[in-house]
């Protein structure tokens, strides 16, 4: 069975513009997660959608939004990038990510350096 | 407010010896632990994860202790090897209403020396 898989891997941009990631799930999972890793501030959740809808949401400015398509894949945009938005996005999938306590799996990642 | 805490970012180990890798909560909502490993430049690869209901669970060389009085977990790796040598994180979840988010420690590097 195919991972959880994320594209680009790596990204460069300059501040003010926005910017577009991409998480394709595991087959047959239909919770799609996204947080944050910086040095400092470790894994960080932003949003959790199930079926298209955002169920979750993290202590994030709006820049950052999200969607999920209905083949589950989910993509993620932050707007007007900052400096401070260089990080490891990464994306997890879980079967429904209900209170049956799924475990998450995990993308490789998209390296976003903001300069 | 760091609700997950692992406060040691490192750990050496001799191969062969037992790894402990220890966790801290504060949030008793929580009542599903996981842990995860991370190499560079990868996404966390899970490793095992326990329910509140338990207090043990093994899987091969790695055991997750709870002790929900205390707030406190560990992970056990026995015996280690140098392809353990990775960034180990353990997180914890609680249901938010029909969803779960997993609150992430900050992480501790065990490097395994042959």
């Known amino acids: 069975k195919a991972g959880v898989t994320q594209t680009p891997r790596y990204l460069i941009k300059t501040r003010g513009q926005q910017v577009t990631l991409s998480c394709s799930p595991i087959?047959?999972?239909?919770?799609v997660s996204w947080y944050q890793q910086t040095p400092g501030q470790g894994l960080q959740f932003l949003f959790e959608y199930f079926s298209e809808t955002q169920r979750n949401k993290g202590n994030f400015p709006g820049r950052f939004s999200g969607r999920q398509f209905s083949n589950s894949r989910s993509e993620m945009n932050v707007s007007t990038l900052e400096l401070g938005d260089s990080a490891l996005y990464l994306c997890a999938s879980s079967r429904t990510g209900g209170p049956n306590t799924d475990t998450q799996y995990f993308g490789p990642g998209t390296r976003l350096t903001v300069l | 407010d760091q609700q997950v805490k692992q406060n040691s970012p490192s750990l050496s180990v001799q191969e062969g010896r037992i790894s402990i890798l220890n966790c801290d909560y504060t949030?008793?909502?929580?009542?599903?632990f996981l842990w995860y490993k991370k190499y560079p430049a990868e996404g966390p690869t899970f490793l095992i994860s326990?329910?509140?209901?338990?207090d043990k669970n093994e899987d091969g060389r790695f055991t997750v202790f709870l002790n929900k009085s205390a707030k406190h977990l560990s992970l056990h790796i026995v015996p280690s090897q140098p392809g353990d040598s990775a960034v180990y994180f353990c997180a914890a979840s609680s249901a938010s209403g029909s969803a779960r988010q997993l609150t992430f420690g900050s992480g501790t590097q065990l490097t395994v020396l042959p």
């Open positions: 087959s047959g999972h239909r919770s």
């Open positions: 949030n008793s909502m929580f009542d599903y």
């Open positions: 326990i329910s509140s209901i338990k």
